[in-house]
């Protein structure tokens, strides 16, 4: 409980940010996918797979001066056109990836794999904070990545204490059981549905669907990070927030949901 008080006092800032949206979300982007690159990619040296920080960080100024420019000092740009830069990026960083492992002497398989698995999973999937609120109706959706994320964590986490019986993933969350899951899931489709009917009452139906979907790939997040960090034998990625864990472990969920919330309203609003 005092863990998710502190956790939840730590997106305060996050929402002024999602308020302002612009810039102040693009550097709150940067920010997320360099810290949560680099502490993914620690967690991958407790295995003692290298994966490259320095290659990371190229991609992750490349992407986001790619939007500035797209999005500022071009005005903008089609969402075709931008969507085949944006394809180019990813088999860049996808490529040059690859081709760290040609250093075979140094290095193997797993380094490139682990490399790219960042890239995709940190970087890209972040990303789509800042596509979501580049939409023309981004900015009324973007609060439902939150909504959903959060909402589903903290429902999940009284459901499961009031009635949780049957374990969801004994093995990654011993803690988390299928009643739960579902609480967390309504929790989240609830909370969505009243933000809709507030804040944007012509999109109810895909504010609560979002809640249902967002709320669910917020829990697979979430088992995913866990997944990881069992597997690299570390309780936390990092220790921004002392005692708490750093970016990733506060951003598991949350960029899980982003891509989901962004291609729905993209496809279908």
Request: with cysteine; hydrophobic share 55%.
């Amino acid at each position: 409980m005092k863990t998710r008080v502190i956790a939840g006092l730590c997106m305060v800032p996050l929402l002024l940010i999602l308020y302002w949206g612009g810039l102040p979300l693009v550097a709150a982007c940067i920010a997320i996918a360099a810290v949560g690159v680099k502490e993914f990619y620690s967690g991958w040296e407790a295995l003692e797979v290298k994966p490259s920080k320095t290659i990371a960080y190229v991609m992750i100024a490349l992407l986001y001066a790619m939007h500035l420019f797209y999005f500022y000092a071009h005005h903008g740009t089609s969402c075709l056109e931008y969507s085949a830069y944006l394809m180019f990026w990813l088999v860049l960083a996808i490529v040059v990836a690859m081709m760290y492992g040609w250093k075979i002497d140094q290095r193997g398989p797993y380094d490139a794999m682990a490399t790219v698995l960042g890239l995709v999973y940190v970087v890209f999937f972040s990303y789509h904070f800042v596509l979501l609120d580049s939409l023309p109706n981004g900015s009324i959706f973007i609060w439902t990545v939150v909504l959903a994320a959060f909402g589903s964590d903290i429902f999940a986490y009284f459901t499961g204490y009031l009635i949780g019986k049957h374990k969801l993933a004994p093995i990654l969350s011993p803690k988390k059981t299928i009643e739960g899951a579902v609480g967390g899931v309504v929790g989240a489709a609830v909370l969505c549905g009243v933000y809709g009917m507030i804040f944007a009452k012509a999109y109810i139906l895909q504010c609560i669907f979002i809640g249902i979907v967002g709320g669910a790939f917020s829990q697979a997040g979430d088992l995913t990070a866990s997944a990881f960090k069992r597997k690299m034998g570390i309780k936390d990625y990092g220790n921004l927030i002392p005692g708490h864990g750093g970016i990733m472990d506060r951003f598991d969920s949350v960029i899980f949901v982003a891509p989901f919330v962004y291609y729905l309203v993209l496809f279908t609003v």
